[in-house]
């Protein structure tokens, strides 16, 4: 079993910064791609941000050159640094893993943490 625990959200005004943290219990953390998905209200939970075990990322273009996915895997942890954000990030957010090669349906998540960003 995997678990993932989501920090860091909360309401920012536009322009501003956010850093999302997830904390993960896996054995072999090291192993797994990790990622944040965010999912606003009325639409489709959206890939935001991937980080493989080897540390090649791949962002959505709505957040490139935004945002930024990093991993520490002496600490088991991935984080997603939110910068210049927009009202329209405004969503929960949600940390990932999976194995690579693996049924997407094995995936693990976190329980999200919201993040609005407002005036």
């Known amino acids: 079993q995997v678990q993932l625990v989501e920090s860091g959200g909360g309401l920012v005004q536009p322009g501003r910064s956010l850093r999302l943290s997830c904390a993960a219990s896996?054995?072999?953390?090291?192993?797994?791609?990790m990622g944040w998905y965010r999912q606003a209200p009325g639409k489709q939970r959206e890939l935001v941000a991937t980080?493989?075990?080897?540390?090649?990322?791949k962002y959505a273009d709505s957040v490139k050159g935004r945002f930024t996915i990093s991993r520490d895997n002496a600490k088991n942890t991935v984080s997603l640094q939110m910068d210049s954000l927009k009202p329209e990030d405004t969503a929960i957010y949600y940390c990932?893993?999976?194995?690579?090669?693996?049924?997407?349906?094995?995936?693990?998540w976190g329980q999200g943490t919201q993040v609005t960003v407002s005036s």
């Open positions: 990932n893993a999976n194995i690579p090669g693996t049924d997407r349906s094995n995936d693990y």
């Open positions: 980080i493989s075990s080897g540390g090649a990322t």
């Open positions: 896996a054995t072999f953390f090291s192993i797994y791609t």
